[in-house]
């Protein structure tokens, strides 16, 4: 159904599908590049590191691309000397635009050389050591597969709230691979976006009619959506006004009001529904107050 109400709006008022990122062909013999974005938390970063230390894939076949923000750190910088000594790894401080995330997931890719791209956040974790090699198999095994989503669960529970809810397949770049054919025709992320880039991305990619799989021998975990407070979910808000001038009027109140969705859910007691609930009027907050701010919204 979604598929269908984006196509139809996109043939009613057609825009450019691009984004901000030009992206390299495929070098250097790599299948798999593994982008992994952050800043500071190396204890979580180890953890992916961790499982990407035990895959069974021929380490000449892919590279780790970490990315940290803020020009990077010294902590950042000799996590990955350490684990160089393992690993393919290629360790790049963001130059500018800190704080947004469409620009460093694109930074990322735009210095990958693999034929797929696996993008994963530090705090992801891959279940199995095959998890690579079983991701290249699946793309061989599905050619119409743009895009394979791998089965999430909840990375842990809160006790006292038993909140372990997780979405089981959501395409987002906690652990989403795109061959790089279509990230590179759809022109990867929107560079100015502060949060859910990845949201943004899957609009472009199901109005361009791309396809993507569930694949449940492809398992990891992550933590589950967890809001503490409203300034996330603002500076994301911000960064989705910021398509009005990208999209048609009719798409963007579609999707400002898909996002902002869930806000009702806040007055229910259950603790995943108030988590998804707080994000809605965040989003739907952040969208409201730029609407009348001159100057440009901070996220820290």
């Known amino acids: 159904m979604r598929e269908l ?34 800043y500071g938390r190396i204890n979580l970063l180890e953890g992916i590191l961790y499982s990407l230390q035990g895959q069974n894939f021929p380490r000449d076949r892919f590279e780790i691309v970490l990315v940290e923000d803020q020009g990077g750190t010294e902590a950042g910088r000799l996590a990955a000397e350490m684990f160089s000594k393992e690993l393919p790894i290629r360790y790049l401080p963001l130059d500018t635009n800190f704080g947004r995330m469409g620009y460093s997931r694109n930074f990322g890719l735009h210095h990958s050389r693999g034929d797929y791209i696996l993008f994963l956040d530090d705090d992801t974790v891959l279940k199995k050591d095959s998890f690579l090699s079983t991701l290249v198999t699946a793309f061989e095994s599905n050619p119409d597969a743009n895009a394979l989503m791998p089965h999430g669960s909840a990375a842990y529970s809160l006790v006292d709230g038993r909140y372990d809810f997780h979405d089981p397949y959501f395409m987002t770049s906690r652990c989403t691979a795109y061959r790089r054919t279509v990230l590179a025709e759809l022109g990867g992320f929107i560079s100015n976006f502060i949060g859910q880039e990845d949201v943004e991305f899957v609009v472009r990619f199901t109005i361009a009619g791309k396809k993507s799989r569930k694949v449940p021998e492809l398992n990891y975990f992550h933590p589950p959506l967890m809001v503490p407070n409203f300034r996330k979910p603002m500076a994301v808000g911000y960064s989705f006004l ?34 998804m609930g707080r994000f809605g009027i965040g989003f739907l907050a952040g969208v409201v107050t730029a609407l009348f ?7 820290s």
Not at 7 to 27: E, I, K, N
Request: glycine share 4%; charged share 20%; with cysteine.
């Open 242 to 275: 910021m398509l009005k001038s990208r999209y048609p009027m009719m798409l963007w109140l579609l999707v400002v009001l898909n996002c902002a969705r869930h806000a009702p859910l806040y007055l229910l007691p259950v603790r995943r529904f108030r988590e």
């Open 5 to 38: 109400v984006l196509q139809t709006l996109y043939r009613w008022c057609p825009f450019d599908l691009r984004g901000d990122c030009t992206v390299p062909a495929a070098s250097d013999g790599i299948t798999i590049s593994c982008v992994i974005n952050f």
């Open 293 to 299: 701010k001159k100057e440009g919204f901070k996220y």
